[in-house]
């Protein structure tokens, strides 16, 4: 990483509440295109979330614990704040002196953005304040919140304007917080109802919905210069799993994520 950091812009996707499971089934089964002509072999690597829940899985990534390889470790990191001790910071990691990974980006020349989604990035109450706080430049519209049936189409309108705004020697950290994933989401299936409330199966809808437009946020990001990606889920979440619903709790539909990282090209 730190031949990448300072050369190349950054973006972080994470789609937020996505189940690992439902990832590799879309993927194996051609369900997202656009997505898997992305994913080194074309498949997710599995991973263990940082946290069970949103604000706890964010605060970990922007502290540059990532969702952690599904195998004994120990696992060098990408990013990681400056710690006596840390037996995951090796000669690859990019080491930063700030607390989080947006401040140490900004240390070293990049515009640092966020376009948020769920809850945990409005900046209505204080506590949606703390997490689009570490940036330098945050966006968080009703249309980009859990509720809207577009609300990606919004989030990647936001981060093109973003994007085109931006001299074009500035180094730019883009991280999008995608809700669609996140309840509701029974409206991405054609004939499902409110009533009859979100499933597995509409999980997975909401995971097609979002491939049909990561195209244009990928094209976005790497139209400057060549772009590191990393797209992952912050914590999976269940539909009646052994009898849990939700999240914010210890189940492998929880804990266990998808995740990769891939470089993006200019002009691709």
């Given at each position: 990483m730190?031949?990448v950091?300072?050369s190349?812009?950054?973006?972080l996707?994470?789609l937020?509440?996505?189940?690992h ?8 089964a051609?369900r997202l ?5 992305h994913l080194?072999?074309?498949v997710?690597?599995?991973?263990h979330?940082?946290?069970s829940?949103?604000?706890a899985s964010h ?12 195998s004994?470790?120990p696992h060098?990191?990408l990013?990681?704040?400056r710690?006596?001790?840390s037996e995951t ?8 002196d700030s607390?989080?990974l ?5 240390a070293?020349?990049y ?5 948020g989604g769920?809850g945990f990035f409005n900046?209505?109450?204080p506590l949606g304040?703390?997490?689009p ?5 945050s966006h968080?519209e009703p249309?980009f919140?859990?509720?809207s049936p577009?609300?990606f189409?919004?989030?990647v309108t ?8 931006l001299?074009?020697d ?11 994933l996140?309840q ?6 054609p004939g ?6 979100d ?13 049909r437009h990561?195209?244009?946020l ?11 990606a990393?797209v992952c889920s ?5 539909y009646g799993?052994?009898?849990y619903?939700?999240?914010r709790l210890?189940?492998e ?10 470089f993006l090209?200019?002009?691709?």
């Amino acid at each position: 990483m730190n031949a990448v950091v300072g050369s190349h812009d950054l973006l972080l996707v994470t789609l937020d509440t996505l189940r690992h499971d439902v990832a590799v089934e879309l993927a194996a089964a051609g369900r997202l295109p656009n997505l898997a002509r992305h994913l080194p072999g074309g498949v997710w690597e599995k991973r263990h979330a940082p946290g069970s829940f949103t604000y706890a899985s964010h605060q970990a990534i922007f502290a540059g614990f990532l969702p952690t390889p599904a195998s004994p470790g120990p696992h060098p990191r990408l990013f990681a704040a400056r710690f006596a001790g840390s037996e995951t910071t090796a000669g690859r990691t990019f080491v930063y002196d700030s607390p989080d990974l947006p401040r140490g980006l900004e240390a070293v020349g990049y515009h640092t953005v966020c376009i948020g989604g769920v809850g945990f990035f409005n900046r209505q109450p204080p506590l949606g304040s703390v997490l689009p706080g570490l940036f330098a430049e945050s966006h968080w519209e009703p249309e980009f919140g859990v509720a809207s049936p577009t609300s990606f189409e919004a989030q990647v309108t936001r981060a093109e304007e973003v994007v085109a705004a931006l001299p074009a020697d500035q180094r730019l950290f883009l991280f999008v917080n995608v809700s669609a994933l996140h309840q509701p989401n029974w409206f991405h299936l054609p004939g499902a109802t409110a009533e009859a409330g979100d499933s597995r199966a509409t999980h997975a809808a909401a995971l097609e919905y979002v491939d049909r437009h990561i195209g244009r946020l990928f094209a976005a990001a790497g139209s400057r210069r060549r772009c590191f990606a990393i797209v992952c889920s912050d914590h999976g979440t269940a539909y009646g799993d052994d009898g849990y619903t939700g999240h914010r709790l210890g189940h492998e539909a929880v804990w266990t994520v998808p995740y990769a990282h891939f470089f993006l090209e200019p002009g691709a």
